[in-house]
């Protein structure tokens, strides 16, 4: 059952934002040699449900139907794998670095609809359910912009 909204955040190649290697990375159609940094991901295979730019624009990329390869080696309320009960929610950014009023507007529309279909109870970051591997969203992340609808929507936010 679908129970996380897992929030993880991207950029390609790191701090730099607009393009398409994102788009292209979950598609499986990034050209490895078009940048030097993107040597070092070769061969990643990764997936989000969902993507949101810097201006608030939603990209899908999965289903929610079905499992998107976002979350990797992880663990949440002693549940393992969280990609086969999550639905991940890619924002556009860096660790650390702050995210723009538009992408937490997008956000916040994007919970209210997935609440709809789906009944995730808990919305954490990947540092959340894969500590010392993932930081991100990261301290740039201000979860405190998201209190009032999470509890709206009965969402659990983690600790901050």
Not at 1 to 23: C, N, R
Request: charged share 20%; aromatic share 10%; with cysteine.
């Amino acid at each position: 059952m679908l129970d996380l909204v897992l929030l993880h955040s991207i950029s390609l190649p790191p701090g730099v934002y607009e393009g398409d290697a994102v788009e292209r990375l979950f598609t499986n159609t990034l050209d490895w040699d078009a940048h030097p940094y993107f040597q070092s991901i070769r061969g990643l295979e990764v997936s989000a449900h969902f993507f949101i730019r810097r201006d608030g624009a939603l990209w899908q990329f999965v289903s929610c139907e079905h499992r998107a390869w976002h979350a990797g080696a992880s663990s949440f309320q002693g549940r393992d794998n969280c990609n086969d009960f999550s639905i991940g929610v890619e924002l556009e950014g860096l660790e650390g670095q702050t995210f723009e009023p538009a992408q937490y507007a997008r956000l916040r529309a994007l919970l209210i609809a997935l609440a709809e279909q789906y009944p995730a109870r808990h919305l954490a970051g990947h540092s959340d359910v894969a500590p010392g591997r993932k930081c991100d969203p990261g301290p740039g992340f201000e979860w405190h912009r998201l209190v009032d609808v999470a509890s709206k929507l009965k969402l659990a936010l983690p600790d901050c």
